[in-house]
């Protein structure tokens, strides 16, 4: 990869997050000569972002950093079809009001990482509905539809893999990239917008926007794309055995984000360092070629650097402290996600199966029973082997009961 002018793609191409540019020295001149607006689409399909999509967000943050204008483009109208790329089937269809509460949610995700206003270099947030929703069907399809070719269309990945799997594409579907591209057009004719970017699945969608500007009468528009990470053991950045790793507080505490990336593999400690932090790269160097157990103090850095960005400094050491209480001192931390039941079931007994999966330890109860029958789980740091064990008020401690997954994964049951 070139040896980059400008300070954005310098920072970006020494902390690994491009794949793919369409111009090079195209955008890195832009960027040299002219405050950039760029952008990156998020569709409303859930109430919070998760964790694959903040190497999108750190992008953004970048642009911002070294002086040029990110806009976060909020899906309220691609939302009503869903991104077919890569999808074995039609996503669910939202409602409206399902989108706007997810809308509501999404937006919260930013603030932490982006500074949001009306100046030149202030940050937007924009919704396409405000351009998609009003569209006429027939006017849309003669001055826009007109430039797409069909052919085209279906020698991209995002769609040929799916029809080689002989699984449906509908037509509500095959015209998500077609307003993805039309959204790049309209964001470049109300803000300046020159360049896409997002994940290298998009590559094919975003280039549809640079053909659909050249053909509209757009100056010369631009696509950067970011590699889709996983675990070096191949794990989906995101997620874990009990879900997304959501960045909203509500939806997952700063207690158990901090956990997720404190269990970060050791292969990725350097990549996640450089990916997800500001730390500067001299730091990140000397972290990363810690070995032996050393390894963890890089990996509690890193968790700690990637929740205060999220959640704060005082969330993030407050987690971190928690760790090491509970971890290293073996002590009982009030710090530790808790979940409370009615005192009169605690009386009568709550089966220890279906108390963990309501404690978020375990999706089902069948899942539960192979924790248990593994010899993982401890009621007060005590080993249970009988999965018909029963809980009640005889196991609190401390007013309340320590329940455990493993060595990491703990959760307090008191009584309401």
């Known amino acids: 990869m070139s040896a980059f002018k400008s300070d954005f793609l310098r920072v970006l191409s020494e902390r690994g997050f491009i794949q793919q540019i369409s111009d090079e020295s195209g955008l890195d001149e832009l960027f040299i000569t002219e405050t950039v607006t760029a952008y990156i689409g998020f569709d409303a399909t859930a109430k919070s972002l998760h ?3 903040l190497i999108q967000i750190m992008m953004l943050h970048w642009m911002q950093q070294t002086g ?7 899906g309220g109208g691609t939302s009503m079809i869903g991104d077919p790329s890569f999808k074995d089937e039609a996503r669910k269809l939202l409602t409206p009001e399902g989108i706007e509460e997810n809308l509501a949610g999404i937006r919260r995700n930013f603030e932490p990482y982006l500074s949001f206003g009306e100046g030149p270099k202030d940050a937007l947030m924009v919704n396409n509905a405000d351009w998609l929703m009003g569209i006429n069907y027939v006017e849309f399809l003669r001055d826009v539809g007109r430039h797409f070719s069909v052919n085209r269309m279906l020698s991209f990945d995002s769609v040929k893999l799916r029809l080689d799997r002989e699984q449906s594409l509908s037509f509500l579907e095959f015209n998500y990239m077609i307003l993805q591209a039309y959204d790049f057009v309209e964001l470049n004719r109300r803000y ?3 360049m896409q970017m997002g994940g290298s699945d998009q590559w094919g969608n975003i280039v549809n926007g640079i053909d659909l500007g050249h053909r ?8 950067l794309t970011s590699p889709l990470l996983t675990t070096s053991s191949g794990a989906k950045m995101g997620k874990t055995a009990a879900g997304a790793v959501w960045l909203d507080a509500d939806m997952m ?15 990725d400690v350097g990549r996640f360092l450089r990916l997800y932090t500001v730390l500067p790269l001299d730091e990140i160097s000397r972290l990363a070629a810690l070995g032996g157990a050393e390894i963890n103090d890089a990996k509690k850095v890193l968790a700690t650097e990637v929740t205060a960005m999220l959640h704060g400094r005082a969330a993030a050491e407050e987690a971190e402290e928690t760790a090491r209480k509970t971890f290293e001192e073996g002590a ?3 710090n530790l996600p808790t979940i409370e039941v009615a005192g009169s079931e ?8 279906a108390l963990m999966a309501r404690a978020g330890l375990a999706g089902s109860n069948s899942e539960a029973r192979r924790h248990v029958k593994g010899g993982a789980v401890r009621i007060n740091d005590t080993v249970v082997s009988d999965e018909r064990r029963i809980v009640g008020e005889s196991d609190l401690a401390g007013g309340v009961v320590k329940l455990s997954l493993g060595r990491k994964k703990h959760v307090l049951v ?3």
């Open 346 to 353: 605690l009386g009568d007994g709550i089966g220890l199966l």
């Open 192 to 194: 300046g917008c020159r």
């Open 414 to 416: 008191r009584p309401a």
């Open 51 to 53: 964790a694959g999509s």
């Open 68 to 74: 040029h204008r990110p806009i976060a483009l909020m």
């Open 216 to 223: 509209m009468g757009a100056p010369q528009l631009y696509a």
């Open 332 to 334: 009982l931390s009030e």
């Open 253 to 267: 505490s700063p207690w158990d984000f901090w956990q997720y990336w404190r269990n970060t593999e050791d292969a």
